[in-house]
């Protein structure tokens, strides 16, 4: 019963993950891979975004709606499913996004404090 | 609205399963095009990958009652007589239990299924010392004294 994993890599903050995929998707529809690999090289390698943890997100942003899914045919003429943000998802982003500066600000506070 | 999404994706359940193992695959296939043949090995189990997808929907949870079902119903199979013994057992207590509060139900807790049961007396005449009459019925009980008068007297 529900049981709880211990997932291989560990997630960040919870939530941040869906906010780096809205952000990236809000660039325009991608595919699992193309959202991981933008986010890894915009980053400069700090993240790396394994499918155990993707496909977990992207299921929840499905689940929530911020995204739609629908098959195409991906810039290698490969069968990709490609992710779509919704509306919601952008309003979603823009919260996200507020409340996520809010904290990094919170915490930047309290370790630039002597 | 969420719970209408889970409803429809469970009854395309197949469907659901195909695309995300199918995502997955096409997700190897492209890193191990960009990284090397060893990129499968770093993204970690596909199948624990899957379980974790589908455990967003709330299939988890679906899938382990039917797996703890299923593995109930191969224990009996493969231990009979362990099984009949358990249901004839728990077939038998749950027959007397029921046996026994019906009657109790019928003569204690309900009031008798005749018209005016509060009216209804038994009578036992006994000759006894004090050559008293006594009677029990429907919650009241009394006695009759010599001299034929009779009290009533609440109580059981």
């Given at each position: 019963m529900g049981m709880k994993k211990a997932t291989p890599e560990a997630d960040f903050l919870p939530g941040t993950l869906e906010m780096l995929i809205l952000k990236t998707l809000s660039r325009g529809a991608n595919h699992g891979w193309g959202i991981a690999q933008h986010i890894q090289q915009v980053s400069q390698d700090a993240l790396k975004?394994?499918?155990?943890?993707?496909?977990?997100?992207?299921?929840r942003l499905l689940l929530n709606s911020f995204v739609e899914a629908e098959w195409g045919v991906s810039e290698n003429n490969r069968r990709a499913r490609f992710y779509r943000i919704t509306a919601e998802g952008r309003k979603q982003l823009l919260q996200e996004k507020k409340s996520f500066e809010f904290l990094l600000a919170g915490i930047a506070r309290v370790m630039e404090s002597s | 609205m969420k719970i209408w999404k889970r409803i429809r994706l469970l009854a395309q359940r197949r469907q659901f399963e195909d695309d995300l193992?199918?995502?997955m695959r096409i997700h190897r296939e492209m890193a191990a095009a960009a990284l090397?043949?060893?990129?499968?090995?770093a993204f970690g189990s596909a199948a624990m990958s899957m379980e974790d997808s589908r455990a967003v929907w709330g299939f988890g949870r679906l899938d382990s009652w039917r797996q703890d079902?299923?593995?109930a119903v191969r224990g009996f199979r493969k231990t009979p007589a362990f099984a009949l013994t358990v249901i004839g057992t728990i077939g038998l207590a749950l027959g007397l239990n029921t046996t026994v509060f019906s009657v109790f139900n019928a003569y204690l807790l309900k009031p008798h299924a005749v018209r005016d049961p509060y009216g209804l007396y038994l009578v036992h005449l006994g000759y006894g010392?004090?050559?008293r009459s006594q009677f029990h019925l429907a919650g009241i009980s009394g006695s009759v004294p010599p001299e034929g008068r009779v009290q009533r007297r609440h109580g059981l």
């Open positions: 975004i394994g499918e155990g943890s993707l496909y977990p997100a992207l299921q | 193992a199918e995502e090397g043949s060893d990129a499968a090995r079902l299923r593995y010392e004090g050559s």
